[in-house]
């Protein structure tokens, strides 16, 4: 392990904390700390998480707000494009841009490309498909991580990282266990 | 629970049974997958569907040689099953919508045991039914300009103002955001199961399924959010797609269809199929599977009032249609709510159907019948009979007896008929037994939360 950090940087220090209440409250502290490349990974989602490491991405409601815009432009012009210009019919008199009866389309392709954006929007911001991620390399992480264990790490990136100072650190916090990301 | 409000009423049974951890949750519902045992009845009912399944591609198969013409429908009956089952089936669907997203925005957290399954069992209704339109013409190739807006080498576009037409966009719409919403539900139990499997072709293949999901903070932040927009986009679409199939009816002149109650009147009916069918399916399974911790008393009775709830809406619908047929002062509407109960040769579906759908549901009024899950299952079954019957009376005894009596026929379904129709349902048992298979049935990181460990300090919970 030391020779292979020796030759390539480190990813990071991952701390594993006992229960959610410990991790929540060491992700304060790192953030109180100064950390800013800190994130914490749990099993199920965390609503207290996501206001201390300050998470609230706003683009996913926009852009399936978007999605759901032009889907409501596409719905519509489909439908007059097609009874209007491309192949008009006249049913009994009636007009040819009888808008009343494109809204059920419209509103389907409305849903339709909203829903896509958003399922689109949360894989692509995400940064998935990822095939590869250093976090894995740590085993505990890889048994636990999607099961019962809580993790958090603290990234090598960070300004304020420094590998001793940063294990006491987390040591201080009550981990339970902390391991090296190689890369 | 709320200590105060638990010392004045008895509390209902819990939504997970008490005792549980992340990891026994976790462990419960991954080993149906990857522990590789089953139970006898999952090869018996594998079997069935299998079976059922063969039987629909040879009644489908001889469909297309042929033609239509092995069928019973006529003229004047000119839809009879096929739409009938379409509509059977899609009105099945239904319920897992309402249980996944529904429910979602209106934070009933017993839905967390039953929606994977339920909205599993969404998409193969949605399956199912969406293979009668294609047949239905006993030409499926000509669907394609005949449903579909693209550019051909006649020139000839779809008709917009069709309900026809609208029913092809609600459909396609329902069958891919349901796929998306339970394919975004299933991300981190993708996950959970590549971590656990033991094989290593197996993990890869769930780790390509998850996509390398990772349960980062950042992740389940945009999970939540992009979650919950698609629960609030699938609630008025769910409610749109059975209000466009009642459309279908509603628009049309004939007597018996061309009524406003049609579309609040039918999405209750696919509701309460569609309750009907969750029973169905989560009654055996949570005794072959042993969840009965997870799938408790307390998920079976809220479906029952769910299914008792809807049933009176549906049970209005028809004294409704029956009030409008008298005071519509039309000759022709008044004719054929006569026809229809009394007089008519198929009087006896209407009969049958009341006593289906009107009169069976009242038990569940009765906590002990709603609680016997025997009982519950036996009226799941009749309402799924019901609800079929429902569609025949509407659709059958509306059109055999027309407005012109020289034009007036019987209408007598085939074997071919019979064959197709229970052919979807080996399809159904198919589909969903391999699902059961290959795929957690219940939400296992939703299940987490549920476990006091998940308990936040100073927090009301999720």
């Not at chain 1, 596409?74 to 009343?100: E, H, K, Q």
């Not at chain 2, 997970?16 to 990857?34: A, M, N, Y």
Request: aromatic share 16%.
């Amino acid at each position: 392990m030391d020779t292979a950090v020796a030759q390539k940087p480190l990813y990071g220090l991952m701390a594993e904390f006992g229960d959610v209440n410990a991790l929540i409250a060491a992700t304060k502290r790192a953030r109180a700390e100064g950390y800013r490349r800190v994130d914490a990974y749990t099993p199920f989602p965390v609503h207290e998480l996501f206001e201390i490491l300050q998470l609230n991405d706003r683009r996913v409601p926009l852009f399936v707000l978007i999605g759901g815009i032009l889907g409501c432009l596409a719905g519509f012009g489909l439908c007059y494009w097609v009874s209007v210009m491309a192949y008009p019919m006249n049913v009994g008199g009636r007009p040819f841009n009888s808008w009343p009866a494109f809204i059920p389309v419209t509103f389907e392709v409305t849903i339709l490309l909203a829903s896509l954006t958003a399922v689109l929007t949360l894989i692509i911001l995400n940064g998935l498909p990822m095939p590869y991620h250093p976090v894995f390399n740590v085993k505990r992480f890889a048994d636990h991580a999607s099961q019962d264990g809580m993790f958090l790490t603290i990234e090598a990136d960070d300004p304020k990282f420094d590998l001793h100072r940063t294990r006491t650190f987390l040591q201080q916090l009550g981990a339970r266990e902390i391991n090296e990301i190689e890369p | 629970m709320d200590s105060k409000i638990a010392t004045h009423y008895p509390a209902p049974p819990p939504v997970i049974e008490p005792g549980h951890t992340f990891e026994s949750v976790t462990e419960k519902i991954s080993r149906i997958v990857l522990g590789g045992r089953h139970p006898l009845p999952w090869f018996v009912w594998l079997g069935i569907g299998f079976i059922g399944a063969n039987m629909l591609m040879v009644s489908v198969g001889y469909l297309v040689f042929t033609g239509i013409g092995i069928w019973g429908n006529n003229i004047p009956v000119g839809w009879a099953f096929d739409i009938i089952n379409f509509v059977w089936w899609i009105g099945i669907g239904h319920a897992g919508t309402l249980i996944s997203a529904i429910l979602l925005l209106l934070k009933q957290d017993w839905r967390t045991s039953i929606n994977r399954f339920a909205e599993a069992m969404t998409l193969f209704a949605v399956a199912c039914a969406a293979m009668f339109p294609l047949i239905h013409t006993g030409r499926p190739w000509l669907a394609a300009y005949w449903l579909f807006p693209y550019p051909n080498t006649m020139g000839i576009w779809p008709q917009f103002r069709s309900p026809l037409i609208w029913d092809v966009f609600a459909v396609l719409t329902y069958a891919t955001v349901s796929a998306l919403f339970w394919y975004t539900g299933l991300i981190p139990d993708l996950a959970t199961l590549r971590d656990r499997a033991k094989s290593k072709r197996l993990a890869r293949v769930f780790g390509v399924l998850s996509l390398g999901w990772r349960g980062s903070a950042a992740h389940w932040q945009r999970y939540e959010k992009a979650y919950l927009l698609l629960a609030g986009m699938s609630t008025p679409l769910v409610l749109s797609v059975h209000t466009v199939v009642s459309f279908d009816f509603s628009v049309g002149i004939v007597p018996g269809w061309h009524a406003t109650i049609f579309p609040p009147y039918f999405v209750a009916g696919a509701i309460y199929a569609g309750f009907a069918m969750v029973l169905l399916l989560a009654i055996p399974l949570r005794k072959w599977y042993h969840v009965e911790d997870f799938i408790t008393m307390r998920h079976l009775e809220n479906m029952a009032k769910v299914t008792l709830v809807t049933g009176l809406i549906v049970l209005y619908g028809y004294m409704m249609e029956a009030f409008y047929g008298w005071y519509s002062a039309n000759q022709y509407e008044q004719f054929m709510i006569y026809n229809r109960m009394w007089h008519g040769p198929m009087a006896w579906s209407y009969w049958a159907l009341i006593f289906c759908n009107g009169i069976v549901p009242q038990t569940l009024w009765v906590k002990r019948f709603r609680t016997n899950t025997t009982w519950l299952f036996i009226m799941a079954l009749i309402v799924s009979v019901g609800m079929w019957l429902e569609r025949f009376v509407i659709i059958v005894t509306s059109l055999h007896r027309d407005f012109l009596p020289s034009s007036w026929d019987m209408y007598y379904p085939t074997a071919w008929d019979f064959s197709t129709f229970f052919g979807t349902v080996g399809l159904f048992i198919l589909l969903f037994f391999i699902f059961v298979r290959v795929l957690p049935m219940i939400s296992i990181f939703e299940m987490r939360t549920m476990v006091p460990e998940a308990k936040v300090e100073g927090s009301e919970g999720h």
